[in-house]
RNA sequence: CGGGGCGUUGCCUAGUGGCUAAGGCGCUUGCUUUGGGAGCAAGAAAUCGGAGGUUCGAGUCCUCUCGCCCCGACCA
């Protein structure tokens, strides 16, 4: 916890004259959003290739900021810091069947004896190794291990500056305990914990219950900056606080029950979609069943084979398919559309499909508000025509599940509040793992009762440059950056105006002799460029030297956050009076800290 | 992977098949200026992403290719 200031990192000193990187006034083109446009603008940053950024001496030591917070927070909780490797033996990643599993997205490659390598894009794989060496007994139990290292995913689409990248840094902890209250304990202190990260680095989030993706565990949580650069969309109830991504939102569906009527073909000309449907048939969009065809890839997590399937989903027309959860029903490994010559190869009709006749290998998976409600117009499987009066049940079977697509105005599934949705920027995750990888590993313990059991795992993340990323979004204005003290990259910026390089030069080494971390403006350009640069790299707290202040023996005092308030301070007592405004400042961050636990 | 866009000096841009590729910012030198991106003057810096082609002549047209950005698919 930070009592006050918190102690600077090395050489806080840098006079700008000899700053590496420069300042641009037009941000390079491509800088979609703000954030991303300030963090090269000054110099925090700079772009190698898709997805893949230097962090330049101004950037770097932000992200120094952020890491050490989150070092203290991990800490805090029992966690031991290690590094894995970047590189892991392939070998590794066949025993849990990711190297299979997982396609393009990891980076392969052959080491000079053609063994096969893989460059870690996470490291449960690394960590269970280690563990299954290391934790053979229950009173080794249970631990807590965590790293900052980098990763590597190749990601289909690297965008919006750090916010999505291909290599970046990640704190990744990984749990140990011999039960699921033990799991259940260490989510828990990561749950708060995060909260504690995040409300120091001044980032607001939210945590959502969100799918578990490739990490393969039941309970999760990511946390959510919200932004309508965000890729995900969460859902919310404003009453009840409930919240999750979109990819798991439930909602309450209303059913129509209706005596079951007899089931009839009927000429619907020109009636590809539901809606087109709905108006010609003169019925509500809710009276239809909509029908998706997608590709299901199956992997084999022991050979690693590849087998694909016709998946059929099906949901009310008044819904949309969340196809997150489709793939999770269908336990399949990757879904893509179908091609129309694949569902037609399967007996249906792209426009106008249903299970209603399909091939028996169709993969049917039927939302449930489909099959409680009754005679719904669904496609007849041939060009033009639909079936009314159609009936789960009677008229096809298929897989029952919640694939439905929350969204903004449906009853929320604990209050039935209209339910409300955003975007979001997922800047932390927690996974409770289970034993998906250490039974797949063999990481086993001998318990008090002398059985061998799995270790029980837990898997937390946090996106480092994201996380900088997200607040240079959120904290920023027409000028240029203004990022919180616990992660700018100085506390102090000092513009000198005076020509009397000596009197700056002594107020610069008296703030050093207070331990204050101070980028001093010594260059030869004139005040508009100096204030400008200092608009745009946003230190928090600016002291300006000037010649009539200076001849009353003071200095300019201005927050970043507020360019409109000077104050004037004494040269006097200068050093232990800035001094005290940088530990008021993390004061301010400090007491917003609260303590949010999993409820 | 599909759709779209863009590659011209360190950055942002202009450039109608035709002379030595233009401007702003930045950079260098000198003088002036010094409380919100200063002024004057003189400079340096581009084989126009790459390869091939059409043409008397290509930054400009065509083909291929590489890179980057955006939308989608995808993804933590």
């Known amino acids: ?71 203290e927070e991990m800490d805090g909780i029992g966690g031991q810091e290690l590094q894995m490797p970047v590189v892991n033996p392939a070998d590794i990643w066949k025993e849990t069947g990711r190297y299979y599993s997982i396609d393009k997205e990891m980076g392969r490659f052959q080491d000079r004896v053609g063994r096969d390598m893989v460059l870690a894009m996470t490291h449960e794989e690394c960590v269970t190794d ?28 690297p965008r919006a500056g750090l916010i999505r990248v291909r290599e970046f840094t990640m704190k990744d902890s990984y749990s140990f305990d011999r039960d699921l209250a033990g799991l259940e304990k260490q989510y828990r202190a990561h749950y708060s914990a995060y909260f504690r990260i995040f409300d120091r680095c001044a980032l607001p989030t939210i945590a959502v219950g969100s799918d578990s993706g490739m990490m393969g565990g039941k309970v999760a949580h990511e946390y959510m900056y919200l932004s309508s650069i965000g890729e995900d969309t969460i859902i919310t109830c404003p009453a009840c606080g409930y919240t999750a991504n979109r990819q798991v939102a439930t909602f309450t569906k209303t059913s129509y029950p209706e005596e079951l009527l007899k089931t009839e073909a009927v000429h619907t000309p020109a009636c590809p979609t539901i809606e087109d449907l709905a108006n010609f048939l003169g019925i509500p969009k809710r009276k239809t069943a909509k029908a998706l065809f997608m590709m299901g890839t199956f992997v084999d997590s022991t050979t690693g084979e590849e087998r694909q399937r016709l998946i059929l989903g099906v949901v009310r027309g008044d819904m949309e398919i969340e196809e997150n959860k489709l793939q999770n029903v269908a336990k399949a490994n990757a879904l893509r559309p179908a091609h129309v010559d694949e569902i037609r190869l399967a007996g249906m009709e792209p426009g106008f499909g249903s299970p ?244």
């Open 356 to 599: 209603i006749g399909c091939d028996p290998s169709v993969l049917v998976i039927v939302d449930d508000s489909v099959a409680k409600s009754n005679n719904l117009v669904a496609g007849a499987n041939k060009v033009d025509y639909h079936l009314i009066n159609t009936n789960f049940g009677r008229d096809y079977t298929g897989t029952v599940a919640d694939i439905a697509s929350a969204a903004a105005g449906h009853a929320c599934p604990q209050c039935q509040t209209a339910l409300e949705q955003s975007k979001g920027i997922e800047v932390g995750n927690i996974f409770q793992l289970g034993t998906r990888y250490s039974e797949s590993m063999g990481c086993f313990f001998q318990d008090e009762d002398g059985t061998r059991k799995p270790v029980i795992m837990g898997s937390y993340g946090i996106g480092v440059g994201r996380l900088l990323a997200c607040l240079a979004e959120h904290y920023n204005d027409e000028s240029g950056l203004k990022l919180p003290i616990t992660s700018a990259p100085y506390q102090v910026h000092l513009v000198s105006l005076v020509k009397d390089q000596e009197i700056a030069d002594g107020i610069y080494e008296e703030l050093q002799a207070e331990g204050i971390e101070v980028l001093y403006d010594d260059r030869k350009e004139s005040a508009g460029v100096k204030f400008a640069d200092a608009d745009l790299i946003g230190i928090p707290i600016r002291i300006t030297l000037g010649n009539r202040s200076l001849k009353e023996g003071s200095v300019e005092v201005k927050l970043r956050s507020n360019l409109q308030e000077t104050n004037a301070l004494p040269l006097a007592s200068l050093g232990s009076q800035v001094k005290e405004l940088v530990t008021s400042l993390h004061k301010e961050i400090s007491a917003r800290i609260s303590h949010r636990e999993l409820a």
């Open 130 to 157: 280690i563990a299954r060496f290391e934790l053979d007994s229950y009173k080794r139990l249970p631990q807590l291990v965590y790293q900052l290292q980098t990763k590597w995913r190749d990601d289909p689409r």
């Open 1 to 71: 916890m930070p009592r006050g200031g918190t102690p600077p990192i090395r050489s806080f000193l840098m006079r700008m004259s000899n700053v590496f990187s420069r300042t641009l006034r037009e941000a390079p083109s491509g800088a979609e959003s703000a954030g991303y446009g300030f963090l090269l603008r000054a110099g925090f940053i700079q772009q190698l290739g898709a997805g893949i950024f230097s962090l330049l001496p101004l950037g770097l030591r932000s992200v120094r900021k952020i890491e050490r917070i989150i070092r």
